[in-house]
């Protein structure tokens, strides 16, 4: 079974384009996270006055998106996560909650659009629902910033989410997850041409950035691209 070196993270971490690798940061004061990289993120408060920012987690289940938002948690705003919505409504069965946690992730993102504010969600991707906020959102003069975050094939994303139901996490259904994982890179290409801004992540040993891209251009792309990210990047 493949392990998780995401789960283990300090409490805080920056990444660095230089090394394409996160750096942990053990003690931190005045914590610098590269603006360019983290969608501005550290300066939220600024930049919310002139363009609130919408941040994306995106990447199919197993993938390490609930680490990477908490961690950076504190700079995006409310995070909106129908997973999260789900346990809070039926703790015992979250699965059974599922249709209406979808609907109160919509009623709270409506709002949070409406009302101009900073904020982020949690998506594996698989369908229309974020892929039309986002588009919402930027009628509405956000700055949408996707962090994209995918596993060397789908067999990793079932066995890390096994790992975590041991763990006491939430489970997911074996057939979910290999529709989800298809249909989530199938996404990934219309969420590109709504992001103004993209970070590609693959976490398959450690989380190692392969790609940034803003604006439609690529301004990075690291030395190895992992299978799954080859078709995706074949544009640029």
């Not at 015992?92 to 900073?118: C, H, T, Y």
């Not at 996404?187 to 398959?204: K, S, W």
């Amino acid at each position: 079974m493949h392990g998780s070196k995401l789960k283990n993270q300090v409490p805080l971490f920056t990444i660095s384009r230089t090394t394409n690798v996160f750096v942990r940061m053990q003690k931190v004061s005045n914590l610098k996270l590269d603006s360019m990289l983290l969608g501005n993120v550290k300066n939220t408060n600024i930049m919310s006055e002139i363009q609130p920012i919408m941040t994306v987690f995106a990447g199919t289940n197993g993938a390490g998106k609930s680490t990477l938002s908490m961690q950076m948690k504190k700079w995006l705003g409310e995070l909106v996560d129908p997973d999260q919505i789900a346990r809070e409504l039926k703790p015992d069965n979250p699965r059974s909650a599922d249709l209406s946690a979808g609907r109160e992730a919509v009623k709270r993102i409506r709002a949070l659009i409406k009302n101009g504010e900073n904020f982020a969600v949690e998506t594996t991707l698989s369908g229309s629902f974020v892929l039309k906020h986002m588009e919402i959102a930027k009628q509405r003069n956000y700055k949408v910033v996707l962090y994209y975050i995918g596993l060397q094939d789908v067999q990793m994303h079932i066995d890390r989410v096994a790992s975590r139901v041991e763990q006491g996490g939430h489970w997911i259904a074996e057939e979910d997850i290999r529709y989800r994982y298809g249909e989530s890179l199938r996404n990934l290409t219309p969420a590109l041409t709504l992001a103004d801004q993209i970070i590609i992540i693959d976490n398959t040993h450690e989380p190692l950035i392969v790609a940034e891209i803003m604006q439609g251009h690529l301004v990075y792309r690291g030395d190895f691209a992992p299978a799954w990210a080859i078709p995706v990047l074949a544009p640029y």
